[in-house]
């Protein structure tokens, strides 16, 4: 059976759906089911989650952007995690993630999924390391019981997709952990898991209970997120045996999910420097089957501290152009603290310049059309059609504000190249 006809929760969806995926995309009816059970495409949307724009990550839909929201222990406003769940969407970010890890999460959970369509990613074991510590457990003294149940109430909930670190093996971990890394571990779920392990002495949950996960997400169509626990957080660790051998498992957990009815996304680095981002996101999709790949950033230099955002978007223009599927963002705060709004705001843009930078350099047709009605409206002094070409039309009618139809801007005044192009009169 295909991975399509074992998961009945994914073919309603489709089929609900496929005729404005199908526009979209820009992709037959017949290629979009072929590419689904092969794998490489995926389709985010849990029939539980009310009127979800069902979204498809994956060659050759159009690269999608995601952005991360939450609350943290060191700031929790569940009411302004949601306003920058809206500024996100109006940003135009195709998919959120709530990483909370402070506050009611049920109640954080249930109101994003309540008002947005985007599809929502969550990581499950950030509310089990919650709920341990509130109970005055160690964060990693869980049960796999308990894990299990978090997966199964929140994809009940209708969340989309989920971030499940099901790659990290012990010997992944010790690899990462023999002092040969510039900086261990920094995926937060990483870490706990590593911790969980090095406390029992045995090997991660997530992946000794692979099949029942299996069972859970093709019952309400989760897309698992294959998680990066061991992704590189210095530059200088891209590319060593700790990711690779985490890279390597995840292709394997990636053939059984399809083969289960399951659709998978791959998700990859983290901080690689700029000649390796090639090598790195090519190197990733052959070891993965060509399973939709997940990136964020990735940062291309470790010192942006500030303006991440920058350094993510380079690093996502190259990812895009060499095959990753879904970029998410980073933002001015990464590193330093929670983002708030404006943050979100131009992080959604920062990665949406770096998806259609991306898309631009492949030859996609959609891409291809804006930087040509861009062109077009600069040189008629088209200020309305310049707008609406850009990614951030009210910035550019803000900063534009007081220049007329087919009149210079500020920039140049009377010197206007395009201007003193013109005919004389
Ligand atoms: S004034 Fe300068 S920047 Fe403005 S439209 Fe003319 S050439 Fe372009």
């Known amino acids: 059976m295909s991975l399509t006809q074992q998961n009945p929760a994914l073919a309603a969806l489709l089929a609900t759906h496929l005729e404005r995926l199908c526009a979209y995309e820009h992709m037959s009816e017949a290629d979009i089911r072929a590419r689904i059970d092969q794998g490489t495409l995926t389709l985010l949307g849990n029939p ?6 069902a979204t498809l990550i994956g060659q050759p839909a159009r690269v999608k952007v995601n952005a991360n929201i939450g609350t943290s222990p060191v700031t929790s406003d569940a009411a302004g995690e949601a306003d920058k769940l809206k500024i996100a969407e109006n940003a135009g ?55 299990l149940a978090e997966v199964t109430k929140q994809a ?5 997709f989920m971030t499940l670190h099901c790659g990290l093996t012990r010997r992944g971990a010790e690899l990462a952990q023999d002092g040969s890394r510039k900086l261990g571990i920094v995926s937060r779920g990483g870490a706990i898991l590593a911790r969980w392990m090095r406390r029992t002495g045995l090997e991660n949950p997530l992946l000794t209970h692979y099949d029942a996960l299996l069972d859970i ?16 957080g210095a530059g200088v660790d891209a590319g ?5 051998e985490e890279v390597l498992t995840l292709g394997v957990l990636a053939k059984r999910a399809w083969a289960a009815g399951v659709g998978v996304m791959i998700e990859g680095p983290g901080h690689v420097p700029l000649h390796l981002v090639q090598a790195q996101i090519q190197g ?12 964020l950033g990735p940062l291309v230099t470790d010192v942006a501290a500030g303006r991440d955002h920058i350094a993510g978007a380079i690093g996502g ?109």
Request: glycine share 8%; aromatic share 6%.
């Open 156 to 160: 009940e909930q209708g969340v989309d």
């Open 217 to 232: 997400c093709r019952k309400h169509n989760v897309v698992i997120s294959l998680g990066d626990g061991l992704r590189p």
């Open 48 to 53: 539980g989650h009310k009127d979800v724009r």
């Open 317 to 425: 223009a190259m990812a895009a152009q060499f095959g990753a599927d879904f970029l998410c963002y980073l933002t001015p705060a990464e590193h330093l603290c929670l983002p708030d709004a404006r943050d979100v705001h131009e992080g959604v843009l920062a990665s949406r310049i770096a998806a259609q930078a991306g898309e631009t350099a492949l030859g996609r047709p959609w891409a291809i059309a804006r930087e040509t009605a861009m062109g077009d409206a600069r040189m008629k002094l088209d200020w309305k059609n310049m707008a609406e070409a850009a990614l951030d039309p009210c910035l550019v009618r803000q900063r534009s504000q007081g220049t007329e139809h087919g009149k210079e801007c500020g920039m140049c005044g009377k010197f206007c190249a395009i201007r003193m192009a013109e005919p004389e009169k």
């Open 240 to 244: 060593d045996p700790a990711q690779w």
């Open 93 to 147: 970010a195709d998919a959120v993630m709530d990483l909370s890890t402070s506050g009611d999460l049920d109640a954080i959970r249930v109101r994003m999924l309540a008002a947005s369509p985007l599809p929502l990613g969550t990581v499950p074991i950030y509310a089990v390391a919650q709920q341990c510590t509130e109970a005055g457990r160690d964060p990693a003294g869980f049960e796999p019981a308990e894990l």
């Open 284 to 295: 990733i999709k052959r070891a993965t089957f060509g399973a939709p790949l997940y990136v």
